[in-house]
């Protein structure tokens, strides 16, 4: 297998030092730099005369950087990649600079999946949380609409549903796979109706829950949103947790949306501000997976 010349990371990539161990494999010379840079113009310089760059999702490289980056043939995201709209790589114009950009998918689900169980459990039963219903309940029959069921959000549909919650789902195509199983699909008015818990599993920078949406879901319900973002327009979140019969449910900040820090402290919201998919096992497959993505690379 053939090597880059030179892969620089410019900024923090979550890459173990088992990971990182393996580099040298891959480069005949490796650059880890370890705070994010200021600008583009520390971008570029960080990037110099290499080949490969590694990223996070937390610095974007745009045109003005790729323009500036002549020797750069392949850039490695160490995050998730959804969609080229999404990305904070500027993935179309790095296609017309015969630049490969890879990214990585479905690394952190079990996390997930835990975190959704975990928070129904104590919210139902009233585990160091005020008691949901005058009784403790079970999953056992509850009414789960899934909005979002791809590879995340179909983990959280099959643990509810091997559970025995009534699980259905909304999403953009019908899952025949899911059905099979009786997880059955609503139309998103429909779910938002007749479902007691809506969680929320979407792709970063998938508004779908406004007003209306939000008039729709009614009183009395517990919404999880499991997106990397918020899946809700921030304003029609916060006229819906007006009502304290109402709960929100969340791992980080992010999932609140540009009114976090005015919400994150109501009463009937429940955000950790901590990742929870980002287990030491999926940082482990992160790492893999990037690998993975530069031997494709380097061996085609």
Not at 29 to 34: R, T, V
Not at 51 to 69: M, N, P
Not at 155 to 172: K, Q
């Amino acid at each position: 297998m053939k090597k880059f010349k030179k892969i620089v990371a410019i900024e923090p990539v979550n890459l173990t030092e088992a990971i990182r161990s393996r580099l040298p494999g891959y480069a005949e010379e490796l650059i880890f730099f370890q705070n994010l840079p200021g600008n583009d113009d520390e971008i570029i310089d960080r990037i110099g005369d290499a080949d490969a760059v590694l990223v996070s999702y937390t610095t974007r490289i745009g045109r003005k950087v790729l323009e500036q980056a002549p020797n750069v043939v392949y850039i490695g995201m160490c995050c998730s990649l959804y969609s080229e709209e999404s990305a904070n790589v500027d993935i179309a114009f790095a296609r017309t600079k015969g630049i490969t950009v890879t990214g990585v998918r479905d690394y952190g689900d079990i996390g997930v999946v835990e975190y959704v169980i975990y928070q129904l459990v104590r919210i139902l039963h009233g585990y160091d949380f005020p008691l949901w219903r005058e009784k403790p309940l079970e999953l056992t029959g509850l009414k789960i609409g899934m909005v979002g069921i791809g590879a995340s959000g179909g983990r959280i549909a099959d643990a509810l549903h091997f559970l025995g919650a009534d699980v259905s789902y909304y999403a953009r195509s019908q899952k025949p796979e899911k059905e099979a199983k009786g997880i059955h699909y609503k139309n998103l008015s429909g779910l938002l109706k007749e479902s007691e818990v809506v969680i929320t599993c979407l792709n970063k920078n998938i508004i779908l829950l406004k007003e209306e949406e939000f008039g729709q879901l009614g009183s009395g319900k517990i919404m999880i949103n499991t997106s990397i973002g918020p899946a809700a327009d921030s304003e029609a979140l916060k006229q819906w947790l007006g009502n304290p019969d109402n709960l929100f449910c969340c791992d980080t900040k992010g999932a609140l949306g540009e009114l976090a820090d005015e919400v994150q402290d109501y009463n009937n919201v429940i955000c950790m501000d901590a990742s929870s998919g980002m287990t030491a096992q999926a940082y482990e497959l992160l790492g893999e997976k990037v690998l993975q993505n530069m031997e494709k690379f380097l061996i085609s």
